[in-house]
């Protein structure tokens, strides 16, 4: 397996660039609720509702154009879709810095939508450069960079904030842009010639993507595992600072405080842990693990009344982030090379379909079940729904045979 120091530039590229597409958006995170109250000449309450509508609308395009960001790289390369997307972000970014209106940022929340499925190719790339067994520990990393990026960003986006709430958009454009540059320079063509294949409209888009996507040996079982789990997953960051601060009376510092502490927890589990728990247990043992962990700490939450328990939960909710980088792994595993780049945006698609999913589930259960016409007051009845559904996952998962989870030949990674 890859240990850091022998990651090659590209990779290191490819990780670089989900960290600083994860910083990006963590920089507009704080002023997001003030250019909403201003642009939509709107008090807080009606602020959320509207950040509500833009993140489904975001979720959605992703949703659409994973498979077909996917199957564009296996068309063209992995290069130009992924540094198309790079500039693309940046120009997005641009077109939020200066919306004149709300109609404008319901613009760049779809632009994001489009540009922000570049993670599809870059898994990709990864794939084709590294072999099987590299590969959940190099996923692991890549949900680490996720986890940095949303624990750097914010701090920097409110530094900036103070600046003016436009400002933190410029500070992300050019981020991306210099990455983009970046990437001009030192990322090669990861995707052989001879493995591209055709487009096809037909498989670029999430209904044929799965109808094509379901004839690869053993994939089935290990996709509908992995919407499953995030679904459940997205219970945190759907829930967490309307729960927190109704259930454990915490300040906005102390939302904050927990949040860098769940980012920087999961990050160290999946940059020290991941490659070392699947190298003694293997793959899909280390994503039941990492689903068990997670369905005990939901359950934890749900049950738990007191603040100072809560933050040494943090700590077992960071093992959750086992499952993730395993999963998408035992995905990869089931592609074969010249559909690497369409399974890997099949992925990307359902994990927005997760972020569709999530919000429709847990935010009007956690209103329900606190708001006065509940027959009972109950904080944690949104972190029951999750745990309920991981455990599903979970044993959906048991049931994949040893053989179906065994390692696959090395042709098809």
């Not at 670089?16 to 642009?39: C, D, R």
């Not at 199957?71 to 810095?97: I, K």
């Not at 934890?300 to 009344?305: D, H, I, K, T």
């Amino acid at each position: 397996m890859y240990a850091m120091q022998t990651i090659p530039p590209a990779v290191r590229f490819l990780l670089g660039t989900i960290l600083i597409n994860a910083i990006g958006f963590g920089i507009i995170t704080p002023v997001m609720p003030e250019l909403v109250m201003e642009l939509g000449h709107a008090d807080l309450s009606e602020a959320t509702a509207i950040g509500g509508t833009l993140s489904v609308l975001y979720a959605a395009t992703q949703f659409v154009c994973g498979p077909l960001s996917g199957n564009l790289s296996d068309r063209f390369g992995r290069r130009p879709v992924l540094l198309g997307s790079l500039f693309g972000f940046s120009l997005d970014f641009l077109v939020l810095a200066f919306a004149p209106n709300l109609t404008w940022l319901y613009v760049g929340r779809f632009l994001s939508g489009i540009f922000g499925a570049s993670n599809g190719p870059a898994q990709s790339a990864i794939a084709d450069l590294a072999p099987p067994d590299a590969r959940p520990r190099l996923f692991g990393y890549i949900g680490a960079a996720f986890g940095i990026g949303f624990v750097i960003g914010p701090v920097i986006g409110g530094f900036l904030g103070e600046f003016g709430h436009r400002v933190p958009f410029f500070a992300a454009a050019a981020l991306a842009m210099m990455n983009f540059l970046y990437g001009l320079w030192v990322f090669p063509e990861t995707m052989a010639g001879e493995n591209r294949r055709a487009f096809d409209w037909r498989r670029a888009n999430p209904v044929g993507a799965l109808l094509n996507v379901r004839k690869l040996p053993g994939i089935g079982p290990i996709a509908l595992v992995y919407v499953l789990w995030q679904v459940s997953a997205l219970v945190y960051p759907m829930t967490w600072n309307f729960f927190a601060y109704g259930r454990y009376g915490w300040s906005a510092g102390m939302v904050g405080m927990s949040l860098a502490g769940v980012g920087l927890g999961m990050a160290l589990v999946q940059m020290f842990l991941t490659g070392k728990v699947v190298a003694r247990i293997g793959e899909r043992r280390t994503a039941m693990l990492g689903m068990a962990s997670g369905a005990v700490t939901m359950i934890g939450f749900a049950l738990n009344p007191y603040g100072w328990l809560g933050f040494v939960m943090i700590g077992l909710l960071a093992f959750q982030s086992l499952a993730h980088p395993t999963l998408s792994a035992m995905m990869s595993r089931r592609a074969t090379a010249d559909t690497q780049g369409e399974v890997q945006g099949f992925a990307a698609s359902l994990m927005a379909l997760g972020a569709i999913l999530a919000p429709s589930i847990f935010n009007p259960l956690l209103a329900w079940f606190t708001g006065p016409k509940a027959p009972f007051v109950f904080w944690g009845a949104a972190f029951v729904v999750a745990a309920t559904i991981a455990v599903i996952a979970l044993v959906i998962l048991w049931w994949v045979s040893a053989d179906e989870a065994a390692e696959l030949p090395a042709s098809r990674g």
